[in-house]
């Protein structure tokens, strides 16, 4: 019926599919067959060298816990951001999407800038023996700035609709107020926890502008993944740069597929408790 | 009265917590994004405002200014028209594969920006799929324009798509269906009825891909080769100027990309301040609910 009246359907869905098909299927495929050329002798011999395992190991655990920190602080900021007032609250606000904006080479000049020995966070942390810069702790850091709107971002809509009757009645009930956050907020939080959780995993594992200024790229120490695939291209080992562009890609997406799958556990979880 | 007289009595022990988390997260928030803001500016002011000046008005510097503009003024109008044929079609028919082509167009959001780049060297790289026949035809594409423009098409291309297709969906065909009946011609329907209803949730997927536009760097620094002057764009130019330590240079070209980025965030508060509703709180909000899986 719809598709009568309404005018346009092959022109807009052709285009669509035409340029996504050469602007993001084509080259994606052309990855992925280049990725074959090393063959599975190489493909082992290149993911089971100590740099590329260090370089992934960093890449993927350092998106793990930067994302895991970003649940953390996230949830403290945006919390805030809903449900108190305070003075320049709509700032703040505004400027959390400064990391979205701001691009990431500027960020990662500025971060270096910020953690260096003399630079202004530098200076105090060095003298406690924590060195930012040029260390995996830099990456971390990084990694946590690009990742940072995303968990605020998908939490606050949650936040502001949730209704307050159910925290009521957690008190009215007798509860404290940590017990009823524990135990009646948070269960209901986890599942836009988790997706948050995703879409910053997701941009940090494959995170470069930011990371490498500050990451100091020493091999198999600080040297992340996307700037192991840089050097194969460098080195014109295009087949190399692929297979390690499509091992980083495989291992992001199985780690998001386990998250949603966490998700879907946890939705159900919630649901039956509700 | 009760109830009042209750709130005030526990008022006091809660509003030491509520101050509490509001340092906390203040202090995060200053030393997280207000440092790294204030460095760039700081750092690009160092030698005062003439060396300021000196290092932007730089041919090189020039040049990157005008490349980063030339690539975003391609990119995001050719990622524009998609975005409108991509939501017209997923929220006016309905048609098999639906979800699919919906996390086909979220998918450069997670690949890593130099895969981003990447796959263009494979494809149109003098080792690439079509390097030869380029070669041949004295077509450059990477290490040239062309590369950076595709790049960015690449990384930027899901943005304007990602505003409309939530809205759409939501605001439904009933209009355009009448607009139809009444004997409005295609065009008639688009430029009366789609475009007015879309136009600020438009706004702000064009204000967000254009600031990643201009900003990228991972994926034109694979297909740029860095040739100064000719094929290095602002992010690119801010790279080269640091690790030649010029911290001045680098942080005064930084200091034009991070007032773009205020810029970019001053509008879209201001749109979603008075358009709010005409914007679905865009954000990157859980894709699998917005294509309505």
Request: proline content about 5%; glycine content about 8%; charged content about 15%.
């Amino acid at each position: 019926m719809r598709r009568r009246v309404l005018p346009g359907f092959g022109i807009s869905l052709g285009y669509a599919l035409t340029y996504l098909g050469l602007i993001v299927l084509l080259p994606l495929a052309a990855l992925a067959w280049k990725a074959t050329d090393i063959g599975f002798e190489g493909l082992v011999r290149l993911l089971s060298a100590p740099r590329t395992l260090a370089a992934l190991r960093l890449s993927v655990g350092g998106a793990l816990v930067s994302a895991l920190i970003n649940v953390v602080i996230g949830l403290l900021v945006s919390w805030v951001l809903v449900r108190y007032r305070f003075p320049g609250r709509r700032l703040f606000d505004a400027l959390v999407d400064l990391p979205f904006a701001l691009p990431t080479a500027v960020a990662g000049i500025a971060l270096t800038t910020l953690y260096a020995p003399k630079g202004w966070l530098g200076r105090w942390l060095e003298p406690l023996g924590i060195h930012v810069a040029y260390t995996p702790l830099g990456v971390l850091v990084a990694m946590i700035f690009v990742g940072f709107p995303f968990v605020v971002r998908t939490l606050q809509p949650v936040l502001a609709s949730l209704e307050r009757d159910v925290e009521e009645a957690a008190e009215s009930l007798g509860a404290q107020r940590w017990q009823t956050f524990f135990r009646v907020i948070l269960p209901l939080l986890a599942p836009t926890l988790l997706t948050g959780f995703a879409l910053a995993l997701a941009r940090a594992v494959g995170e470069y502008g930011s990371v490498i200024f500050i990451a100091g790229n020493m091999p198999r120490k600080s040297e992340i993944a996307p700037l192991l695939i840089v050097q194969k291209l460098e080195q014109f080992n295009y087949a190399g740069a692929a297979a390690l562009g499509v091992a980083l890609l495989s291992l992001s997406f199985v780690l998001l597929v386990l998250v949603a799958v966490l998700q879907r556990w946890s939705n159900r979880w919630t649901e039956q408790a509700a | 009265m009760n109830a009042h007289a209750r709130t005030r009595a526990i008022a006091w022990p809660r509003r030491l917590v509520h101050v509490a988390l509001i340092a906390l997260a203040l202090v995060f928030l200053v030393m997280f994004l207000v440092l790294p803001l204030a460095t760039v500016f700081v750092e690009a002011f160092d030698q005062g405002v003439k060396p300021y000046l000196a290092a932007i008005v730089q041919p090189e510097a020039l040049s990157a200014i005008r490349l980063t503009l030339l690539v975003a003024v391609i990119a995001v109008p050719l990622n524009l028209v998609f975005g409108v044929a991509a939501a017209w079609a997923m929220t006016r028919f309905a048609f098999r594969g639906k979800a699919l082509l919906g996390a086909i167009i979220d998918l450069p959001f997670s690949v890593s920006p130099v895969v981003s780049g990447l796959v263009y060297v494979l494809l149109f790289g003098a080792q690439g799929w079509f390097g030869p026949w380029l070669d041949q035809h004295g077509i450059k594409i990477i290490f040239a324009v062309p590369g950076l423009v595709l790049a960015t098409m690449f990384v930027t291309l899901p943005f304007v798509a990602r505003e409309l297709i939530p809205l759409m969906q939501a605001q439904g065909s009933e209009e355009e269906e009448a607009a139809r009946v009444l004997g409005a011609s295609a065009w008639q329907m688009f430029f009366r009825v789609t475009l007015p209803n879309i136009r600020w949730a438009l706004l702000y997927g064009v204000l967000l891909c254009n600031a990643r536009a201009m900003g990228e760097f991972g994926a034109v620094s694979v297909v740029s080769g860095h040739i100064r002057g000719l094929t290095t764009t602002m992010p690119l130019e801010v790279e080269m100027r640091y690790n030649e330590y010029d911290y001045v240079g680098a942080f005064a070209v930084a200091s034009l990309l991070a007032l773009l980025a205020l810029l970019t965030l001053a509008v879209k508060t201001l749109l979603e301040w008075r358009y709010g509703d005409e914007i679905p709180r865009t954000r990157p909000v859980d894709t699998r609910k917005r294509h309505g899986t």
